[in-house]
């Protein structure tokens, strides 16, 4: 005979031998609940002043049988089924309510996060007889927002809906939308965002370069949330029942996972794994894939593997207790190396692998900056923000064929290209990484070889993109990062990019209040005036002298 779950403490005998009788009853596959079955739960439920319910499959067999107290119940451990969101669970719940109440919160987030056929509640009448019957069942995305469909009956006597139309009808609907996502090939993610500063307004931007980054790795956006929170929740970062309604959201639009903003701890984003079923990406982890994506030298791929490997280490989890090797030697005494000890090692000893490869490839880039110095050509570095155009611009003064798109980190690896000035001078003009705000440090130290090139540079080219209105903070994250690798002594010459894009006057403006040149790299406008000026910087009299390289 099958148990009953939940709160059976303190019921008699008579009442734990009908309740597991329940066992031996069925229900039509057409109909939510008969009236005979209503009726004993409603008994039941009113003899015990507990509420009482049951989990039934399409053939219309009760699988489990449950005991709650006066207000809710506790479901058994059937699963999550986020995996098969085409189909539903194939299981319907149906339970009493002592006050006749409406479905409630609990109840609904059952049926989305369980993914049951249909929830209903059967209202306890006087002298224990059914009443009103509520019920509810998922509805596919519509546009308006609704997860469920809820409707209420007068009584279980009369005419209900045909659950078995019902459910067909829905499934089809779920086929044709995954049909319809499976078209597009791409994941689905909802951005999440938290502002515990107060600042709304850098919080929406940072949010709108989360955006612009996850269409960069090849994520489509289906929603974005913003919560402001006096501070972040140990556990989950943000409050928990915005995470209940993120998980609903990501039910009915079929998400495959949750972009955080803010880097998670490792045990938030084990916690917010489980509480999904969802893949969980945080603001590091998601430029770190970019990155992945888009190394195309051995030394750009080596240099993003030193930092996944950095990043993931501390996250590294073994669930099953099994996994654990047993000492070898005499007596055997308990457990020796686990599995995730086994696979830290295996990191750390890959990490320090990979720190000598790089530091090879280091010495082998000084050896060349070494030769190009005793030929005593200026380096001229372009430095700035993702996206401002270095690139472009590198291709517009030289005629290089390097990657030039519209998206963030277009180009990792560093590209040099010799440049002759008007006058027969001859320079090395090379692209570097794009800058971003809160770069993940490890990708920095990963990096550290490319960036390398810097301290070589005569004459640094800020590149900001002029015409975006968060262009103050990046040009403060640029700076930020360049103090950090102690280059700010270094001549700078501030380059506003896609000036056409701007009124004239705003530009003038600009260049009063903060110097440099405006161009446009993409229309070439302005060039003439950028190279003028890196001319005069580097080889006016005394320029040498001053800047202690040439």
């Given at each position: 005979m099958k148990e009953i779950f939940g709160n059976t403490l303190g019921l008699k005998a008579n009442e734990q031998h009908r309740l597991r009788n329940t066992f031996r009853r069925r229900v039509s596959p057409h109909e939510i609940v008969s009236p005979e079955l209503?009726?004993?739960?409603?008994?039941l439920s009113h003899e015990t002043n507990r509420q009482v319910g049951v989990l039934i499959n399409r053939k219309g067999e009760i699988e489990h049988v449950v005991v709650g107290n006066a207000h809710k119940l506790e479901l058994p451990d059937i699963g999550r089924a986020r995996a098969g969101q085409v189909r539903l669970r194939g299981l319907r719940l149906v339970h009493t309510h002592l006050k006749s109440e409406p479905l409630t919160k609990d109840d609904l987030t059952d049926l989305a996060l369980l993914r049951l056929d249909c929830v209903a509640a059967v209202g306890v009448g006087q002298e224990g007889l059914p009443g009103v019957l509520h019920y509810a069942y998922l509805v596919p995305e519509n546009g308006t927002g609704e997860f469920w469909h809820v409707s209420t009956l007068p009584s279980v006597h009369g005419e209900q809906p045909d659950l078995t139309d019902t459910l067909?009808?829905?499934?089809?609907?779920?086929?044709?939308?995954?049909a319809a996502r499976a078209v597009g090939g791409r994941e689905k993610a909802i951005l999440v965002a938290v502002c515990l500063d107060g600042n709304r307004v850098r919080a929406e931007a940072s949010l709108a370069e989360l955006r612009e980054l996850a269409r960069t790795a090849g994520v489509e956006v289906v929603d974005s949330v913003l919560q402001v929170k006096r501070e972040a929740d140990p556990r989950y970062l943000i409050g928990r029942g915005k995470l209940e309604d993120l998980n609903l959201r990501s039910m009915q639009s079929m998400v495959d996972l949750l972009i955080f903003d803010k880097d998670l701890t490792p045990s938030q984003g084990r916690h917010i794994g489980e509480a999904t079923s969802l893949k969980i990406l945080d603001r590091t982890q998601l430029i770190l894939d970019i990155f992945a994506q888009r190394a195309q030298s051995a030394e750009g791929k080596l240099q993003v593997e030193l930092a996944q490997l950095k990043y993931r280490l501390p996250r590294l989890v073994q669930s099953d207790d099994s996994l654990s090797r047993l000492a070898g030697g005499i007596g055997g005494r308990g457990p020796g190396e686990t599995k995730l000890e086994i696979d830290r090692r295996r990191v750390r000893e890959r990490i320090t692998h990979l720190?000598?490869?790089?530091?090879?490839?280091?010495?082998e880039r000084s050896v060349r900056r070494a030769q190009r110095n005793r030929r005593e050509l200026p380096v001229i570095s372009i430095v700035g923000y993702t996206?401002?155009?270095k690139s472009t611009l590198l291709n517009a003064i030289t005629n290089a064929q390097v990657l030039a798109e519209n998206k963030l980190f277009a180009t990792l690896d560093p590209t040099s290209r010799r440049l002759r000035f008007p006058q027969e001078r001859e320079v090395i003009i090379t692209d570097t990484v794009g800058f971003i705000r809160d770069l993940p440090k490890d990708l920095v130290a990963a990096f550290r070889a490319t960036l390398e090139e810097l301290y070589d540079a005569t004459l640094l080219l800020h590149v900001v993109d002029a015409a975006d209105p968060a262009r103050d903070e990046q040009v403060e994250a640029v700076e930020k990062i360049l103090s950090s690798l102690d280059l700010m002594e270094k001549p700078r010459l501030m380059v506003w990019n896609k000036a056409d894009l701007m009124p004239a006057e705003e530009v003038e403006a600009l260049l009063r209040s903060r110097g440099g040149v405006a161009i446009s790299a993409q229309s070439r406008e302005g060039l003439a005036t950028l190279l003028a000026k890196a001319d005069t910087t580097l080889f006016a009299e005394g320029a040498s002298e001053?800047?202690?390289v040439i």
């Open positions: 209503a009726r004993h739960l409603t008994e067909g009808a829905l499934e089809e609907e779920f086929s044709r939308k995954a720190e000598k490869r790089i530091d090879a490839i280091g010495k996206n401002a155009g001053a800047m202690g």
